[in-house]
């Protein structure tokens, strides 16, 4: 498959590196520390036309799809992927918008938050069903023209900023399949009777806003409803096949930004009278992680350009994000390995880098997660294409 890009691509990849230069890196190491979300950095980011890359012009986007974001991604994440999902995640949540929801909420939504005047959230992970989303058990009871919501949600990226949040709810509990009970219903967030509480002293992305959310006795318009009730877990189970894409290209960008930093500093660091660049150990390790980057990036790209030609593959999906992520924790270990103790301490970004990484694992479906769909598939007849 031939993965070249093309000019307009070639040109978004450059114009979100070097926003990320410009705009990231001044800010990561203060932003990382002191666990502080940025937010006149999504307005920064909307000017540019680094937001939303997927949504259609009708709605007032790029008119890009999700490969391009994915692209954004990848180059934002070379410089830090803390900040990069701050960027990211400003439109997390609006795909089920984009994909399931009304005319109505897409013309009502979408745009804004490509002009920077909300940010949104995804509210499906819960303090007992994280990759066990079927065993969510916050509800939304009609009642009349309105939902009442309770329960709790964790771990949610944007929960304590967002403006809107798509939540996922049971809505059709006496439903005898148990993935048939669940809806998506969109929340203002600042509806009476819901708790915000940040999540502090995360292992890394601490510039990304994470929060526990607790909804209680919370009323929404019945028109909130995203997509088909009693579908809302199978429109998850869509958007998260969309949005791995997403991870992976992440952990690509992670995994470059590691190298790059590596290359520089191997170069310049002197041992035993020579540049430690000249030893041929090192050598191997350079090149180790250079090959596994480039496979990673290779995986991601084929997944990403086959969900906008309508070719959606789970098991490819899932590859794509359970091999870029561990890539990214594998090659931010030798990064950090190679930095010495330079590379223990604050004063290297490598050190923020190895922390960042690990979240790829975890988030957006864990690997282990990943490897059954992956081997699901290999088991069906025919195996893999």
């Not at 937010?39 to 890359?53: E, Q, S, W």
């Not at 997390?92 to 909300?118: C, D, H, M, W």
């Not at 403006?163 to 809806?183: G, N």
């Not at 690997?367 to 769909?373: G, H, P």
Request: charged share 25%; net charge negative; aromatic share 10%.
């Amino acid at each position: 498959m031939d993965f070249e890009l093309t000019d307009e691509q070639k040109m978004l990849q450059e114009t979100a590196y070097k926003f990320a230069l410009r705009e990231l890196e001044p800010i990561a190491r203060a932003c990382d520390r002191e666990e502080r979300y940025p937010r006149d950095l999504i307005t920064k980011a909307c000017a540019t036309g680094l937001v939303g890359c997927f949504v259609p012009e009708a709605y007032d986007g790029p008119g890009f799809g999700f490969f391009e974001h994915a692209l954004v991604s990848e180059q934002l994440s070379r410089v830090d992927l803390g900040l990069a999902q701050v960027i990211a995640a400003a439109s997390f949540g609006t795909e089920n918008i984009l994909l399931f929801g009304s005319e109505e909420q897409k013309k009502k939504y979408l745009p804004l938050v490509l002009n920077g005047r909300a940010l949104f959230a995804g509210a499906y992970t819960e303090p007992d069903a994280g990759t066990d989303l079927a065993n969510a058990r916050t509800t939304a009871v009609r009642d009349g023209d309105e939902y009442v919501v309770n329960g709790t949600k964790m771990f949610i990226t944007n929960g304590n900023v967002c403006d809107f949040m798509v939540v996922l709810c049971v809505t059709h509990p006496a439903e005898e399949k148990k993935h048939r009970r669940f809806s998506l219903i969109l929340v203002e967030a600042d509806r009476k009777g819901i708790t915000r509480n940040k999540i502090r002293g995360k292992m890394g992305i601490r510039a990304s806003d994470t929060a526990e959310l607790v909804f209680e006795d919370v009323r929404v318009p019945a028109a909130n409803l995203v997509g088909e009730p009693g579908r809302g877990f199978y429109h998850l189970m869509h958007f998260f096949d969309i949005t791995r894409t997403h991870v992976a290209a992440q952990g690509v960008g992670l995994a470059q930004g590691a190298l790059d930093k590596t290359l520089r500093y191997v170069r310049e660091r002197q041992t035993f009278g020579q540049p430690l660049a000249a030893n041929q150990a090192v050598q191997f390790m350079l090149a180790e992680m250079a090959t596994k980057i480039e496979l990673a990036r290779n995986t991601f790209y084929k997944a990403a350009r086959q969900v906008d030609q309508g070719r959606l593959d789970p098991a490819l999906n899932a590859m794509a994000k359970y091999f870029a992520a561990e890539t990214a924790v594998w090659v931010c270990d030798k990064a950090l390995q190679l930095h010495g103790g330079y590379g223990y301490i604050d004063e290297y970004d490598v050190q923020r880098f190895y922390r960042d990484a690990k979240i790829l694992e975890i988030y957006e479906g864990a690997k282990e997660a990943e490897k059954m769909t992956i081997a699901r598939r290999l088991l069906q007849a025919g195996g893999m294409p």
